[in-house]
């Protein structure tokens, strides 16, 4: 079966820079446009990036803009985030999406598969 599975979280302060990483199994990874989302305590899941099946197009979210790099390694299924200049408000859980790349990832969160997230805590 499909899976995703997210590693890379973690605790770490505020300025600082984390690298999350999405494996993908069960599924042909070039089939997919991929996406990244977060949700913090008490509130919404929110779209914060997401790339095409090939890598040639990515789209980030206002908040993140500048900060967060995603990109992709077909070779090894594997979809990352770089996230530089870490604030307390990106403290969540991150979770990687997949979308069949007929359409692109779906910002309201309506996409084919998910990951359990990872935990990322950015400390002031």
């Known amino acids: 079966q499909v899976q995703l599975v997210e590693s890379g979280g973690g605790l770490v302060q505020a300025g600082g820079s984390l690298r999350l990483s999405c494996a993908a199994s069960?599924?042909?990874?070039?089939?997919?446009?991929m996406g990244w989302f977060r949700q913090a305590p008490g509130k919404e899941r929110e779209f914060v990036a997401a790339?095409?099946?090939?890598?040639?197009?990515?789209d980030y979210a206002d908040s993140v803009k500048g900060r967060f790099t995603i990109s992709r390694d077909n070779a090894k299924n594997t979809v990352f985030l770089h996230m530089n200049s870490l604030k307390p408000e990106d403290t969540a859980v991150y979770s990687c999406a997949a979308q069949f790349r007929s359409i692109p990832v779906s910002k309201s969160g309506q996409n084919n598969h998910w990951g359990q997230g990872t935990q990322v805590t950015v400390s002031s």
């Open positions: 790339i095409t099946w090939n890598g040639t197009t990515t």
């Open positions: 069960g599924l042909i990874f070039t089939f997919y446009n």
